[in-house]
């Protein structure tokens, strides 16, 4: 339309819609869902509380919050169809790779036209995913494993169900230890939602173009994957992992981490809009410390991220670029302390994820919002004539 196009690369400075979903501020490092405070809503709230309340914009009472298990529960079922993509897949295939693609394959069950035909109709596809998710999440792992699928038990609370799926086996009773089922609500909620994040943002262009929820979530996956985003909570441990490898030397990855000609990153460090402390990395950290004493693990790996925790807060590249820890530096130490795989870490993220993306993605539909198109500053070549390969 020939108006005023500026250059904003990485959207530091635009802001892409109006939300009253979550806020953040990322200089007194406050994170707040639905208008409660992070802190609070992970000392006193659970996983399913705080997805209700971010896609529907109030916390549940309880018969509001029964129902909406009770619905998420008879959907804890995925068509036997889904398991011959699975079973298209190497063991070797990255975890996240697998739940992007079995996430689109539920599309197959749920047409993208459904979804916003009707708040009701709405409600069933968000319950639908909120119960076939966790069971994806459970065959992503369980392929890797080469161990037999799951299925979900409507006797088990929503988390409680993800540990059983994950990790039961046919020959034994799978035993729930509570200080596990606890973390790993605490740590949902702690990933519920962040606002526009490069996923988040991903989600809701892919369904500005109306593509259907399931597949909108699956782009999500793809974007978080990557090692700059969800996928540093990987990078973090296979960092900390080659510094205990390297005797614990620190001081050699603080240096390539400053190292301009080094593209290495301290992973787990920096943040776009934390410009002082992630709020969720402080009750990360303190719940690492409360999980591995409690569980009696010692994890020499915790030691190593303090030390290099401490060492960059005293580091002036590192204090005048104002990178502290996010929310991926410390979660690694949890995963592996519940025993998850270190590769499956970015699909715990996913699924801690989801019910920020669902409320976004509704959001985004709800507010009519048009199709997300950016426009560009062209600096390639003018007008050539086309020369014929016999002249070139
Ligand atoms: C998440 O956006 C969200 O909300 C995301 C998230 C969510 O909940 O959805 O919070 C989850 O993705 C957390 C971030 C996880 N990623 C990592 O831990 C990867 C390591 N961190 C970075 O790559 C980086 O800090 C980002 C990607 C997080 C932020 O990048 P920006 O805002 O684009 O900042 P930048 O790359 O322009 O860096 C500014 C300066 C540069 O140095 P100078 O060119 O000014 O000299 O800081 C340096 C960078 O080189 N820098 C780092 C660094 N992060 C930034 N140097 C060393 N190690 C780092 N980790």
């Given at each position: 339309?020939?108006?005023?196009?500026?250059?904003?690369p990485g959207f530091k400075n635009t802001g892409s819609c109006e939300s009253a979903i979550t806020f953040l501020d990322g200089e007194k490092g406050i994170l707040h869902y639905r208008?409660?405070?992070i802190e609070?809503?992970?000392?006193?709230?659970e996983f399913l509380e705080v997805a209700y309340l971010l896609i529907f914009g109030e916390l549940p009472n309880k018969e509001q919050l029964d129902k909406f298990h009770d619905d998420i529960k008879h959907q804890s079922v995925v068509d036997e169809d889904v398991k011959k993509i699975l079973d298209a897949f190497p063991k070797s295939a990255h975890p996240m790779g697998v739940l992007s693609s079995l996430t689109s394959a539920l599309t197959a069950f749920n047409p993208s036209s459904?979804?916003?035909?009707?708040?009701e109709a709405m409600y069933k596809s968000i319950v639908k995913i909120l119960g076939k998710f966790p069971v994806l999440v459970s065959w992503t792992l369980r392929k890797k494993m080469g161990q037999p699928l799951n299925y979900g038990s409507t006797s088990l609370g929503y988390v409680e169900n993800v540990l059983q799926m994950m990790f039961s086996q046919p020959n034994e009773e799978y035993v729930l230890n509570p200080i596990v089922v606890e973390a790993l609500d605490k740590l949902l909620i702690l990933h519920a939602d962040h606002e526009q994040n490069c996923s988040t943002s991903t989600v809701r262009i892919a369904g500005s173009s109306h593509a259907g929820l399931f597949v909108s979530l699956a782009s999500g996956i793809s974007a978080l994957?990557?090692?700059?985003?969800g996928g540093a909570n990987q990078a973090v441990i296979e960092m900390l992992e080659a510094i205990q490898k390297d005797g614990g030397d620190t001081k050699k990855y603080m240096a390539k981490a400053k190292d301009k000609e080094d593209p290495f990153r301290l992973m787990g460090f920096g943040h776009r809009v934390y410009k002082n402390f992630d709020p969720r990395a402080k009750i990360i950290k303190k719940a690492a410390?409360?999980?591995l004493n409690d569980l009696g693990i010692e994890d020499p790996i915790l030691d190593i991220a303090k030390g290099l925790e401490k060492e960059a807060l005293e580091d002036s590249y590192f204090v005048d670029r104002k990178l502290y820890p996010n929310v991926d530096f410390y979660s690694g130490v949890i995963y592996r302390a519940l025993g998850i795989p270190t590769d499956m870490f970015t699909v715990m993220f996913a699924l801690g994820r989801l019910p920020g993306w669902i409320a976004q993605w509704r959001e985004m539909r709800l507010n009519k919002e048009p199709i997300g198109r950016p426009r560009q500053i062209y600096i390639g070549k003018t007008l050539r004539p086309f020369i014929p390969v016999e002249e070139r």
């Open positions: 339309t020939g108006g005023i196009i500026t250059l904003d208008g409660y405070s609070e809503l992970a000392e006193k709230a459904v979804d916003v035909r009707s708040e994957w990557g090692p700059l985003h410390d409360a999980i």
